[in-house]
């Protein structure tokens, strides 16, 4: 486990309804149906530029049932990257378990995603924060010992109480402008 005073903190992603536009139920199968979420690329920016990681988290289970291929994940994943490099905002690690609920042991609110970015960037989670938009998200910082969580809402009631809940990704900014300290 890497050492809390030479590590740097991170900042953990959800993806859809946080990154990006919620596709509601369904999945975002296509690169040209992936929409960046109002504020999410200049919150992106704001933590890299206070030196915290940032890393994507997200559930991916449309690998899994079929309904896309790994190859096409991995182009939505790439055009997002791209776009975000052009803001000085692209995420340092993305994980994404694509399995289907019960087959794995990575899907949330397991913190198995957070502890393999822990590992692989020598990150310090105790000084780390989530945001995420489900109950799942904020269950799996918690499980990771993720102490800072921030929800979007959705149309799900929470039943995971988070530090933070804003209405829309659009306020994640404000937020983390007030909250984030500098560690560059």
Excluded at 24 to 34: I, P, S, T
Aim: net charge negative.
């Amino acid at each position: 486990m890497p050492d809390a005073t030479s590590s740097r903190p991170a900042v953990f992603f959800d993806r859809d309804g946080v990154v990006n536009v919620s596709p509601g139920d369904g999945y975002v199968l296509r690169a040209e149906d992936f929409h960046f979420a109002p504020g999410a690329i200049a919150a992106l920016a704001l933590c890299k530029a206070r030196g915290f990681a940032t890393i994507l988290v997200t559930s991916q289970q449309g690998v899994g049932k079929g309904m896309m291929t790994q190859a096409t994940l991995d182009d939505i994943h790439g055009r997002m990257q791209d776009e975000l490099a052009r803001h000085a905002a692209a995420f340092d690690g993305i994980y994404a378990c694509t399995h289907l609920s019960g087959t794995c042991t990575c899907r949330k609110p397991s913190p198995e995603m957070i502890f393999r970015a822990q590992q692989e960037h020598g990150l310090d989670l105790t000084r780390s924060w989530l945001v995420g938009d489900h109950d799942r998200d904020i269950q799996m910082a918690i499980n990771a010992g993720v102490p800072r969580t921030v929800r979007i809402r959705s149309h799900d009631e929470p039943q995971v109480e988070a530090e933070h809940t804003l209405e829309s990704p659009a306020q994640l900014v404000a937020l983390l402008s007030a909250h984030l300290p500098r560690h560059v």
